[in-house]
T-cell receptor
């Protein structure tokens, strides 16, 4: 199956510094990747959609200047948390979308793209 | 707006018993529904999606548009089914995109 990696798996940094997290699709090309954030004992919350070769699309309430996303190639997207503060401490998860084949017949044909998830990165800001 | 609700945060059953994890959704358009599973210390992985109409590891889920539900069922639970289960929704027209997740249900299958 499709594999997505993230690096680093965990990082501890001082308040005010910037941290970069990498997300790679290892055995497929992904024109679209996604970044999620997960607080302890809570669900995943979509932060932004990363599109190869174009600007990322941010969800409402997510600061684009705070969370910089770059998707320079079909297998790599990076998330940079700029000027990190303790409230940015969280579990950051990326996913990469692999294009699926169409299914159904006639008017019921649609694509079945699938998101494959990375293992996540634990960010702790002191 | 998309919304997914999983009313049970914790669910505990005995091995061999039937299990049902509830999921309700609200979305004005045509939804695509998924169940993702996260085993201990592992990444999130797709269990099944309503379009495929598959049974994976004995689990099934049927999309009920009238009740806006996509409950996950298994007739005989196994200990290895213990995990965190997330129901998720994506607009059908953008398959696999912009997933909205429910809060998750932690399933424990006791021996």
């Amino acid at each position: 199956g499709a594999v997505v990696s993230q690096h680093p798996s965990w990082v501890i940094c001082k308040s005010g510094t910037s941290v970069k997290i990498e997300c790679r699709s290892l055995d497929f090309q992904a024109t679209t990747m996604f970044w999620y954030r997960q607080f302890p004992k809570q669900s995943l919350m979509l932060m932004a959609t990363s599109n190869e070769g174009s600007k990322a699309t941010y969800e409402q309430g997510v600061e684009k200047d705070k969370f910089l996303i770059n998707h320079a190639s079909l297998t790599l997207s990076t998330l940079t948390v700029t000027s990190a503060h303790p409230e940015d401490s969280s579990f950051y998860i990326c996913s990469a979308r692999e294009s699926g084949r169409s299914t159904g017949q006639g008017a019921d044909v649609w694509n079945t793209d699938t998101q494959y998830f990375g293992p996540g990165t634990r960010l702790t800001v002191l | 707006a998309q919304r997914v609700t999983q009313p049970e945060k914790l669910l505990s059953v005995f091995k061999g018993a039937p299990v049902e994890l509830k999921c309700n959704y609200s979305y004005s358009g045509s939804p695509e529904l998924f169940w993702y599973v996260q085993y201990s210390r592992q990444r999130l992985q797709l269990l099944l999606r309503h379009i495929s109409r598959e049974s994976i590891k004995g689990f099934t889920a049927d999309l009920n548009k009238g009740e806006t539900s996509f409950h996950l069922k298994k007739p005989f639970a196994q200990e290895e089914d213990s995990a965190m289960y997330y129901c998720a929704l994506s607009p059908l027209e953008t398959s696999g995109s912009r997933l909205t997740f429910g809060e998750g249900t932690q399933l424990t299958v006791n021996p």
